[in-house]
C-alpha cells in the first residue's frame, strides 16, 4: 500500500500525538450540548422526550459528549432503498438481533423519511419535512420501542430536523397542528441513533460469537457523508480509531471481528451517489464512484470488501463498478454494509440472510476467503426457492434462515 500525494495514508491504529491532542482539543469547540434545550422544551410543555430505555451503553462522539445507545427494544425504521435494492441489508439487522436474543420490533406503520425530496429535488417545505420525521417518532413512542435508523440519509435529515425544531417555535407549531390532527403526540427521541452506531455498541457481543475467520481478509471502509457530515458533533469518534480524527463505526467492528483495516487517500469523498446528481447526472456519479473511490482503493489498499454503512453508499459503490469494467478501469471489489459483514461473521447464510445475489460486484471470491461454499449455499437457496413457487411453503421462516 502506498500514500499518495493528496492525502496521508495511516492505519487506523497509529499512534500519532498529534492526532490524540488534537482529539483532546475538539472538545474545546463543541457546539452547545442539544439536551440542554431538549429537555428545557419538554419542561415547558412544548413536548415529550422520549428517553433511551435501559440496558444502554454510552458512547464517544466527536466532542466527547457521551450518547446513549440502546441494546433492545428497538423499533426499525427501515430504509426504503434497503427494502428495494438490498434487501440482505435490512434482514441482516434483524437476524443480529435475533441471535443475539435482543429485543426488537419490525414496525408495518412507518413511512419513508422522504429525505430525498428534502435533499434532491427541494420541492417540500419545512413542517411537511418536519412533520414525516415526528410522525414517525410518535409511531415509535406510542409502541413503547425506540426508533433505530438504518439509513444514514433518514439519519442526516432527522438530526436536522432535531435542529429546526428546537431553535424554530413557528415549526415546531405547525408540525404540533398536524400531529393534533393525526391524532399523535408530539414526541423527539433523546438519541437519534443510527442502526451502525448500535452495531458499534454490540460489536463485542457479535466477535463472541464469530464462527468464521476474518483473519486473512483486507477491509477498506467508506464512512457515509449522512451520517458524519450533517450535525457533525453526533457521531460516534473513539482516539483508538485514527487518533479520533474519523468515526469509529465500521472500523472498530472490523477490528473486532479479527479483519485487517486498510487506508485509502480518497477515503473523506462521496461514494458518488450525492442526492441530486444520481438523478440527474448520473454518469457523473458513476464515474466519481468508479475513478474516486473504487480504483483508488484497488491502488492504494487492494482490499477483499468494502464495508460501508448507508444505504446509497452501498448500493452506488457496488452498482457503479459495470461502467468501469466496461471501460477497463481497474474495479472489482464486492461491497457490503458492515451488518452483512458482521452476519456473515457469525455464520448467516450467504443468500437466505445476506442476500449477496442482489449485489452486481463478484463476491465469490471473498465468500471463498470467507470459507463459505458460495455453491452449496446457493443450491440450498434454490432448493427454498423451489418450495415457495410450489407453495410449499408461504415464506421462510426464521427457523429456515438459522
Known amino acids: 500500500m502506498t500514500a499518495t500525494a493528496t492525502a496521508e495514508v495511516i492505519p487506523y491504529n497509529a499512534v500519532n500525538t498529534k492526532s490524540s491532542r488534537k482529539f483532546e482539543r475538539q472538545a474545546e469547540y463543541a457546539p452547545e450540548d442539544f439536551h440542554d434545550h431538549l429537555f428545557e422544551l419538554e419542561a415547558e410543555g412544548e413536548w415529550i422526550v422520549q428517553r433511551v430505555p435501559e440496558p444502554y451503553v454510552e458512547v464517544m462522539t466527536k466532542f466527547g459528549r457521551k450518547k446513549k445507545i440502546p441494546l433492545e427494544m428497538t423499533w426499525h425504521h427501515k430504509s426504503c432503498g434497503q427494502c428495494g435494492h438490498i434487501p440482505g441489508y435490512s434482514t441482516a439487522i434483524f437476524w443480529l438481533n435475533r441471535k443475539l436474543d435482543l429485543k426488537y420490533t419490525d414496525p408495518t406503520d412507518q413511512t419513508s423519511c422522504t429525505a430525498w425530496n428534502y435533499y434532491a429535488s427541494a420541492t417540500s417545505n419545512a413542517?411537511?419535512?418536519a412533520g414525516v420525521?415526528?410522525?414517525n417518532f410518535a409511531a415509535a413512542y406510542e409502541t413503547g420501542y425506540y426508533p433505530l435508523i438504518h439509513c444514514g440519509t433518514s439519519y442526516g435529515h432527522y438530526k436536522e430536523v432535531r435542529e429546526e425544531?428546537?431553535?424554530h417555535a413557528e415549526v415546531r407549531h405547525q408540525v404540533r397542528d398536524v400531529m393534533k390532527k393525526l391524532g399523535k403526540p408530539l414526541v423527539m427521541p433523546e438519541e437519534i441513533v443510527h442502526y451502525s452506531e448500535w452495531i458499534h455498541a454490540v460489536r463485542d457481543r457479535i466477535a463472541a460469537k464469530q464462527k468464521r475467520d476474518f483473519s486473512?481478509?483486507?477491509?477498506?471502509v467508506h464512512p457515509a457523508c449522512h451520517y458524519y457530515k450533517l450535525v457533525q458533533e453526533d457521531a460516534i469518534y473513539d482516539p483508538d480509531i485514527y487518533g479520533g480524527q474519523r468515526t469509529a463505526t465500521v472500523s472498530a467492528l472490523i477490528v473486532a471481528l479479527?479483519?485487517?483495516v486498510r487506508d485509502y487517500s480518497t477515503w473523506f469523498d462521496c461514494c458518488g451517489f450525492g442526492f441530486r446528481h444520481i438523478l440527474?447526472?448520473?454518469d457523473f456519479t458513476r464515474s466519481f464512484a468508479t475513478r474516486r473511490k473504487i480504483e483508488v482503493m484497488k491502488e492504494e489498499a487492494n482490499p477483499d470488501v468494502v464495508i460501508t454503512h448507508d444505504?446509497?453508499?452501498v448500493t452506488t459503490l457496488d452498482k457503479s463498478q459495470f461502467v468501469g469494467q466496461a471501460h477497463g478501469l481497474n474495479v472489482g471489489v464486492p461491497v457490503m454494509s458492515d451488518a452483512q459483514f458482521a452476519a456473515l461473521a457469525m455464520g448467516a447464510h450467504p443468500y437466505r440472510v445476506c442476500q449477496l445475489h442482489w449485489h452486481s460486484t463478484d463476491y465469490k471470491p471473498l465468500l471463498e476467503k470467507m470459507g463459505i461454499d458460495h455453491e452449496a449455499a446457493w443450491a440450498e437457496f434454490q432448493e427454498d426457492l423451489k418450495k415457495l413457487k410450489s407453495g410449499e411453503k408461504e415464506y421462510l421462516t426464521w427457523e429456515d434462515v438459522g
Not at 486473512?216 to 477498506?220: E, I, Y
Open 127 to 129: 413542517a411537511a419535512q
Open 133 to 135: 420525521a415526528m410522525r
Open 165 to 167: 425544531m428546537m431553535h
Open 216 to 220: 486473512n481478509l483486507a477491509v477498506t
Open 258 to 260: 479479527g479483519a485487517e
Open 280 to 282: 440527474v447526472q448520473r
Open 311 to 313: 444505504t446509497g453508499c
